[in-house]
C-alpha cells in the first residue's frame, strides 16, 4: 500500500513534467495537440543520442535535448499550427495527428524504431528505505527535477513578463493585442516552452525505461488524462493531476494489471461528469 | 494627430460593414462616434486597431501609416483601445493586468506609471492583488482604462465605456475622459448615451450602416433636428 | 507469430497507402499475367510457389526478413528446384497482406484460384495464417508454414491441411526450464510473468507445465495488459513474494528490458532470470548492458546451433553469406522462411512427374519427410503436422561485455552456465 503510494508519486512527477506543456497549449493556443507525445519521444531520444553519440554529460545532454524539444515546438507552431489554427479547431486537431506521425516517421528514419535507453552511472547509492519501500536514488533525482522544474516553470509563468504575456493571451487574445501583444510570437514561445518541458520529460524518462518513437501516443494520452484528473489552465493543477495520476496509474497495475486502462479511463469518465474542471481547475466565474 | 480615410473593412469579403468612413482628430481632443445598434461603430473601432479581418483605406498617426500594421504594432505605436464590455484579463490580478498594458517597459517606468493609475483610480489600489474576473463591472472598466493608459498612448479609444454600468459610476466615468486629455492623450469615444457623449467630446461622427450621415462640432450636433428626433427622443 | 505486441508500433497511414498502391498492382498483375501455371503439373517446367507476408503494418519488418530468406534460398538454388526428378525454374508470387486476415484469406484464395500456384508457403502471423489454412483446405491442398506456432494452428488445420516447421510455443521454455531444474541448490519458487494474449498465455501454460514436472512452485503469476506501459507495478508484485528462484518472462523483448530494469531499481534480485523468447534481440543487450549477466533467454535458432544441410556446412556459414548479401544477420525468422521452400524441394524430389502437387500425395510425402540435416535443425511432422521439437535451446549471457551462449539442451550447451546469476 505504502510502496504503491511511493512509486506513484515517484513516477507522478515525470506524468505532470509531460502535462504542463499539453495543458499549456491547450489553455493559451486553445488546441489539443495530439504531437505532445511525439515531442516527449523527441526529447528522450535527442538526450540519448547526444549523451551516447557525442558523450555529451547527461545534465547537459538533457538541457539540450529539451531545448531542442522546445525548438521543434516553436518550428511546428510557426510552420503548421500558425497557418491553421483560425479555422475549424477539427482541423488543427487532424494536422496536430499529422503532425505526430510526421515527427514519429522522421525519428524513426533518423534513429530507428527501436527502443534506446541511456545508462547513466550516477555514483550514487542504489537507494535507501522510506519506511518499508525501497526507494531508487535515481528515481528520486528524477523526482527532485521534476519539481523543481514544475517551480521553475511556475516562475517563469508567474512572475516574468514572458509569463504574465502568456496568460494574458490565454485569458483573452485581443486586448492582448491590443496591450501591444504579437500573439503570433507569444504563441510561439508556448510551443517553445511547452516543447521544452515535454522534452525534459523524455530525458528524465529515457534514463527510467526505454524509448521509441512509436510509443508517442500513450504519452499524448497520459497527459490528456492528467489534466483531465488536475483541471484545465492551471499548472498547479497538472501537477497535482500527474501525482494523482501516477498513483492511480501505479495502483491500477498493481491491484488490478490486466484491466488497469480500464480502471483509469473510468476515472476519467467519472472526472468528466462529476468534476469536469479537474481538482484544481479554474471555476466558472473567470473562465473565458 | 489620427486622420483615417476612405475606410472600408468588414468581417467577409465583399461585405462592408464599415463603408467609407474619414475621421480627423487633430481639431479635437474628444471625438465621438454615435449611431444606433449594429451600425458598424465597433467594427470602425476595431479597424483602426488592426482587428478587422480585412480593410482598406488609410490610418495617419503623425504622419505615420497605420494601416498595414498587425494589431499589436498598431498598439506599441500609441493607440490604445478599452473594448466594448472592457476585456481585462480574468485570471490576472490588476496588478498583472496594468503590467500587461505597460508591456516592453522597464520595471521602474512601470512603477511610475502604475503608481499614477493607482492615484488616478484609488479603488484599484485597494484591489490591486484581487484576480479581474472577481472585479464588478464598474472597477474592470476602471482597470481597463488604467490598464490602456499604462503605455502613455496618443490617442485612448473608448467603446461604450458606460455600458451597463450603474449611473453613479457612468458620473465618474465621464468625469473622468476631459482629464484624461489634459495628460495629451486624444480621446476616440464611441457612446450610446448621445447626449452625454456629444456633451463631453468636441467633434462628433454619425454613422448609419457603415457610412458617415452626419458629422461636425458636437455642439452643433446637439442642436441638429435630426440628431435630436433620431437619438435624443426630442423633436 | 510472437514478435512483441500485437499493436500497431506505428500509425499506419503509410501503411493504408502503400497497401492500397500495392493492392492495385497485385490486382493489375493478376489480370494481366497469362497463366502460367495454368496446367497443375507445371508441364512448361516452372514451379510457382506463391505467398503472401504483412509486408506494410507493424510485421514490415520481420516481412522483409521473411521475403530476403525466400529469395536467399531461391539464389542458394540457383532459382531451380528438383521436382520429380526434373529441374525446373522456380517462380514467386508474393502479395501483402497488410496482417489482415481477410486479406490475407482473399489473396490466398486468388494464388490458388487464379495465378493457379502449385505451391502456398504460409504468411507470418497466427490469424493470418489460420485465414490462409482455412482457404487452402477448402481447396483441399496442403501448405507449409512457421510463421504461426501457436496450439491453434494444430487444432484447426493440423494433420491436414497444415505443416507447421515451427515448434509450439509451449516448448519455448524447455530447454531454459531443464536447465534451471538440474541447478543446486534446486529452483523452488518461479514467478511468472505472461502477456494477456491466447499465444504467451500458451508460453506461459508451458513454463508452468515444466514447473509441475520439476516439482517447481509457481507461486506468483502476473498477467499483464498487451499495452502495458510501466513494469514497475509488476516488479513490486514479485517482489511481495518473497524471495523467488526464477522469473520468467513471456513477453517480447522490451517487456524482457523493462522488467530487468525495474527489478533491479527496487532491488527484486531471482537467482535466475528468463527474458523470454527475445531476450537475443540486440536491443535487449544494447539497452540492459552489464544488467545482460546472467539472463537467460530461450531460442529457436541461432546461428552458432550446429545444424548444416547440403548447401551449407554449418549455420554460421549460412548466416554469413546470408549476410554478406542483405546486409545483417538472419534471424530465427530468416531461418523458418529460408526452410518453407527447402521443405517442399525434399518432398517433391521424387514425386510422381505425372501429377507431382497432387495435394494426397504431397501430404503423404510430407507426413513421412525425416530430414536430418538442414539449417533449421532436424525436420519431421507429427501427426498434427507439426515439427518435432520438444524444447527451444536456451543460452544464457556471460562474461564481460556479455555474450550469449548455449546453455541447453545438453547435447548442444557450449557453457555449463551460471546459477544463481549475480545480483543487478
Ligand atoms: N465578428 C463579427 N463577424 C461578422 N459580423 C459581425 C461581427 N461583429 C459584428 N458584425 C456585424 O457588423 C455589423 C456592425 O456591428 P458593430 O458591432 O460594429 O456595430 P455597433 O455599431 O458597434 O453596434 P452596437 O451599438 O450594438 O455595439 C453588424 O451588422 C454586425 O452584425
Ligand atoms: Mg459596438
Redesign the interface.
Known amino acids: 500500500m505504502e510502496?504503491?503510494l511511493v512509486?506513484g508519486l515517484l513516477?507522478g512527477g515525470i506524468y505532470a513534467l509531460a502535462a504542463f506543456g499539453f495543458s499549456l497549449v491547450l489553455g493559451v493556443i486553445g488546441i489539443v495537440n495530439f504531437a505532445h507525445g511525439a515531442l516527449v519521444v523527441f526529447g528522450g531520444l535527442l538526450t540519448q543520442y547526444l549523451a551516447v553519440k557525442f558523450g555529451v554529460p547527461y545534465a547537459a545532454a538533457m538541457i539540450g535535448g529539451a531545448l531542442g524539444t522546445g525548438l521543434l515546438g516553436a518550428v511546428i507552431q510557426r510552420l503548421f499550427v500558425a497557418r491553421t489554427f483560425t479555422l475549424e479547431p477539427l482541423m488543427v486537431l487532424v494536422q496536430t495527428f499529422g503532425i505526430?506521425?510526421v515527427v514519429?516517421?522522421l525519428g524513426?528514419l533518423g534513429w530507428g524504431?527501436?527502443?534506446?535507453?541511456l545508462?547513466l552511472k550516477t555514483g550514487l547509492p542504489?537507494?535507501f528505505m522510506l519506511g518499508d519501500t525501497?526507494v531508487?536514488s535515481?528515481?528520486l533525482v528524477v523526482f527532485a527535477v521534476s519539481l523543481v522544474s514544475a517551480a521553475v516553470l511556475f516562475v517563469v509563468l508567474g512572475r516574468t513578463e514572458f509569463g504574465r504575456a502568456i496568460r494574458a493571451c490565454r485569458d483573452n487574445r485581443e486586448s492582448a493585442q491590443l496591450s501591444g501583444i504579437n500573439l503570433g510570437r507569444t504563441f510561439e514561445k508556448t510551443m517553445f516552452l511547452s516543447g521544452t518541458w515535454a522534452g525534459l520529460a523524455g530525458a528524465m524518462f529515457v534514463t527510467?525505461?526505454?524509448v521509441?518513437?512509436?510509443?508517442h501516443?500513450?504519452w499524448t494520452v497520459d497527459s490528456f488524462l492528467v489534466i483531465t484528473i488536475g483541471g484545465l489552465g492551471s499548472m498547479l493543477g497538472a501537477l497535482v493531476g500527474g501525482l494523482v495520476f501516477g498513483v492511480l496509474?501505479?495502483g491500477a497495475?498493481?491491484y488490478a494489471?490486466?484491466?488497469?486502462?480500464a480502471i483509469t479511463f473510468g476515472v476519467l469518465l467519472v472526472f468528466l461528469v462529476f468534476r469536469p474542471q479537474g481538482l484544481l481547475g479554474a471555476g466558472p466565474a473567470i473562465r473565458k | 494627430m489620427l486622420k483615417v480615410s476612405n475606410f472600408r473593412g468588414g468581417y467577409r469579403k465583399g461585405v462592408a460593414v464599415v463603408d467609407g468612413l474619414q475621421i480627423d482628430l487633430r481639431q479635437s481632443a474628444v471625438t465621438s462616434i454615435l449611431g444606433s445598434n449594429g451600425a458598424g461603430k465597433t467594427s470602425f473601432l476595431r479597424g483602426i486597431c488592426g482587428l478587422l479581418p480585412w480593410r482598406t483605406g488609410e490610418v495617419e498617426l503623425n504622419g505615420e501609416r497605420l494601416d498595414r500594421l498587425a494589431p499589436h504594432d498598431i498598439a506599441r505605436l500609441g493607440v490604445r483601445m478599452v473594448s466594448e464590455g472592457r476585456g481585462t484579463f480574468p485570471t490576472l490580478t490588476v496588478e498583472e493586468n496594468l503590467k500587461v498594458g505597460g508591456y516592453g517597459l522597464s520595471a521602474p517606468v512601470l512603477a511610475t506609471r502604475m503608481e499614477r493609475e493607482f492615484n488616478r483610480f484609488p479603488r484599484l489600489y485597494e484591489r490591486r492583488g484581487q484576480i479581474a474576473g472577481m472585479m464588478s463591472g464598474g472597477e474592470q472598466q476602471m482597470l481597463a482604462i488604467a490598464r490602456a493608459m499604462m503605455s502613455d498612448p496618443r490617442v485612448l479609444i473608448l467603446d461604450e465605456p458606460s455600458q451597463g454600468l450603474a449611473p453613479i459610476i457612468v458620473d465618474q466615468i465621464f468625469d473622468l475622459i476631459p482629464r484624461l486629455t489634459q495628460e495629451g492623450v486624444q480621446v476616440l469615444l464611441v457612446e450610446q448615451d448621445v447626449g452625454r457623449g456629444l456633451e463631453v467630446s468636441e467633434q462628433a461622427v454619425v454613422i448609419e450602416k457603415g457610412r458617415a450621415t452626419l458629422s461636425g462640432p458636437s455642439r452643433e450636433l446637439l442642436a441638429d433636428p435630426r440628431v435630436r428626433e433620431s437619438f435624443l427622443g426630442l423633436s | 507469430m510472437l514478435d512483441r505486441a500485437a499493436i500497431p508500433?506505428?500509425?499506419s497511414?503509410?501503411a493504408v497507402l502503400k497497401g492500397g498502391v500495392l493492392g492495385a498492382g497485385a490486382l493489375a498483375v493478376g489480370v494481366a499475367l497469362p497463366r502460367i501455371a495454368g496446367a497443375a503439373g507445371g508441364a512448361d517446367g516452372v514451379v510457382h510457389i506463391g505467398a503472401s507476408l504483412p509486408l506494410t503494418g507493424p510485421y514490415e519488418?520481420v516481412s522483409r526478413i521473411c521475403k530476403d530468406a525466400f529469395d536467399f534460398w531461391t539464389r542458394t538454388y540457383d532459382g531451380k528446384m528438383v521436382v520429380a526428378g526434373r529441374e525446373r525454374a522456380v517462380k514467386w508470387t508474393i502479395y501483402d497482406d497488410e496482417n489482415n486476415a481477410s486479406r490475407a484469406a482473399q489473396l490466398t484464395e486468388k494464388l490458388i484460384s487464379d495465378d493457379k500456384v502449385d505451391l502456398v508457403v504460409g504468411t507470418y502471423g497466427t490469424d493470418t495464417v489460420l485465414a490462409q489454412g482455412a482457404i487452402v483446405r477448402k481447396h483441399g491442398r496442403v501448405f507449409v508454414q512457421a510463421g504461426a506456432s501457436s496450439i491453434r494452428v494444430d487444432e484447426e488445420l493440423g494433420g491436414h491441411t497444415a505443416f507447421t516447421a515451427n515448434g509450439r510455443v509451449g516448448t519455448y521454455c524447455a530447454g531454459a526450464m531443464d536447465f534451471l531444474a538440474s541447478r543446486t541448490p534446486k529452483p523452488k519458487k518461479l514467478g511468472l510473468v505472461i502477456m494477456?494474449d491466447p499465444v504467451y498465455h500458451e508460453i506461459g501454460q508451458g513454463v508452468k507445465d515444466k514447473c509441475k514436472q520439476h516439482g517447481i512452485d509457481v507461486v506468483t503469476e502476473?498477467?499483464?495488459?498487451m499495452?502495458?506501459?510501466?513494469?514497475?507495478?509488476?516488479a513490486?508484485?514479485l517482489r511481495g513474494a518473497g524471495q523467488l528462484d526464477i522469473v520468467y518472462n513471456t513477453g517480447w523483448?522490451?517487456i524482457c528490458?523493462?522488467l530487468a530494469?525495474e527489478m533491479s531499481?527496487?532491488?527484486v534480485n531471482p537467482k535466475a532470470f528468463v527474458g523470454g523468447h527475445l531476450t537475443t534481440s540486440?536491443?535487449v543487450k544494447?539497452?540492459l548492458?552489464s544488467k545482460m549477466q546472467g539472463i537467460i533467454g530461450s531460442t529457436v535458432w541461432l546461428p552458432q546451433f550446429k545444424y548444416r544441410d547440403d548447401k551449407y556446412a554449418s549455420a554460421q556459414e549460412f548466416a554469413e553469406k546470408f549476410k554478406a548479401t542483405y546486409g545483417y544477420l538472419p534471424t530465427y525468422q530468416a531461418a523458418f522462411s529460408y526452410i518453407l521452400p527447402y521443405i517442399y524441394q525434399q518432398a517433391l524430389r521424387e514425386a510422381d512427374p505425372q501429377d507431382p502437387f497432387n495435394p494426397k500425395t504431397l501430404r503423404d510425402r510430407l507426413s513421412r519427410l525425416d530430414l536430418k540435416d538442414t539449417i533449421w535443425g532436424p525436420v519431421s511432422f507429427d501427426e498434427r503436422g507439426r515439427i518435432r521439437r520438444d524444447a527451444a535451446p536456451a543460452v544464457q549471457w556471460t562474461g564481460d561485455p556479455a555474450a550469449a551462449v548455449i546453455v541447453a539442451p545438453a547435447d548442444m550447451a557450449e557453457s555449463a552456465g551460471v546459477y544463481p546469476k549475480p545480483a543487478w
Open positions: 510502496d504503491v512509486y513516477r505526430a506521425t514519429t516517421e524513426t524504431s527501436e527502443e534506446r535507453m545508462r542504489p537507494g525501497f531508487p535515481f528515481d527510467l525505461s526505454p521509441a518513437p512509436y510509443m501516443f500513450s496509474s501505479f497495475s498493481f494489471p490486466t484491466i488497469a486502462p | 508500433r506505428r500509425p497511414r503509410r519488418k494477456d502476473v498477467v499483464l495488459p499495452n502495458v506501459q510501466d513494469l514497475r507495478p509488476t513490486l508484485k523483448d522490451v528490458i523493462k530494469e531499481a527496487i532491488g540486440p536491443v544494447e539497452t548492458g
